[in-house]
């Protein structure tokens, strides 16, 4: 079984930044590929950022030059910097890991708020 934790989520002024982090533990001999998905009200969740085990990352267009995502595959942990946040951004953030053989898991969720 595999447990994932998000934080960093909050209250931020349009224009500022956040960083989520998502870790995991359990049973894990590593993880293929990592994500960032967001769900906001009314709308279907949609991917943010995805990143590979070597590294290759990408992104929606709706946030590119202004979100990266990172990984620490020692930590088993992965990384969202949203700088420039938009009110638009506004949503509940999830991540996502792909394990081997075990399958995708999702996070609980944190919630992004960014007021204008």
């Known amino acids: 079984q595999v447990q994932l934790v998000e934080s960093g989520g909050g209250l931020v002024q349009a224009g500022g930044s956040l960083r989520l982090s998502c870790a995991a533990s359990g049973s894990i001999f590593g993880i293929d590929d990592m994500g960032w998905y967001r769900q906001a009200p009314g709308k279907q969740r949609e991917l943010v950022a995805a990143i590979t085990s070597g590294g290759s990352t990408n992104y929606a267009d709706s946030v590119k030059g202004r979100f990266t995502i990172s990984r620490d595959n020692a930590k088993n942990t992965v990384y969202l910097q949203m700088n420039s946040l938009k009110p638009e951004d506004t949503a509940v953030y999830y991540c996502?890991?792909?394990?081997?053989?075990?399958?995708?898991?999702w996070g609980q969720g944190t919630q992004v708020t960014v007021s204008s």
């Open positions: 996502k890991v792909q394990v081997p053989v075990m399958g995708a898991y």
